[in-house]
């Protein structure tokens, strides 16, 4: 069951709460495109673990407010509120694609509201050619969907996860493709788009955990391993049979490497 929480600024942020209040709280970060229900394989096992999760519809996305404009600081304001609302002093910031975009983000501006990062298939600039066509590539996929409609969406999105063990991100994405707003997606990928926080994140001390799914191929692996050599206390994750959101499409390993990586710190 979803909760609403009225922002100071008249926004809205529907978020889901589990676990006990009174343990270590994680915030779950979902990509674009998605909404809290993304982290439903994540959910159990990581409240019967012991921890408290915080997994809000970030702005743009879900039930929560639309973006109004192209900037990663409406997303740290929804943070901010959030834990503030639960009286969360420090939290560990759980991001996965735009998700992780969004923590990067976060712990460079409030590094001492962050006590552990995790980043999973994920990028921290878009500096070089390849980088900057991927971030490209998805500002005309999202403005053709836009002009198409939902229908070539959802065949992407099948024929992207089409493997049979990414068959929950197939028929995730599938579901939820119809109700998308590509207005705000394109807001949304605009922002995360600007994201330049690798030199920034040489100062981030904290323990931090990259995870990648491997079959969207070495270029997006080394994306993510620059993420992870920026951070001085990280350790990188290369997940097999598994691609952007790994969460989804490798749900097990996934588990396993995080609470791994919690439990050790």
Known sequence: MLSKLQNPDGSETYYQSLGNSNRKTLVLLHGIGSNHAMWQPQMDALA???????????FGHGLSSKLENAE???????INW???NHEVEQCTLIG???GGVVAQSFVVNYPQKVEKLIVSDSFGELRTFSEKLLGFSAIAGLTLFKALGSKPMVYAMQSTYKAPYAQAARAYFSAISADLDFNQLLLARKAINRIDVLERLQDITIPALVIVGEDFGEGFIEINRKISAALPNAELVILKRAMDPSNLVNPVAFNQHVLIFLRQH
Not at 48 to 58: E, M, R, V
Not at 72 to 78: F, G, S
């Open 48 to 58: 019967a673990a012991g921890f408290h999760l915080l997994i809000p519809d970030l």
């Open 72 to 78: 990663l600081t409406a997303w740290h304001q929804l």
């Open 82 to 84: 959030l834990i503030a």
């Open 96 to 98: 996965v694609s735009m």
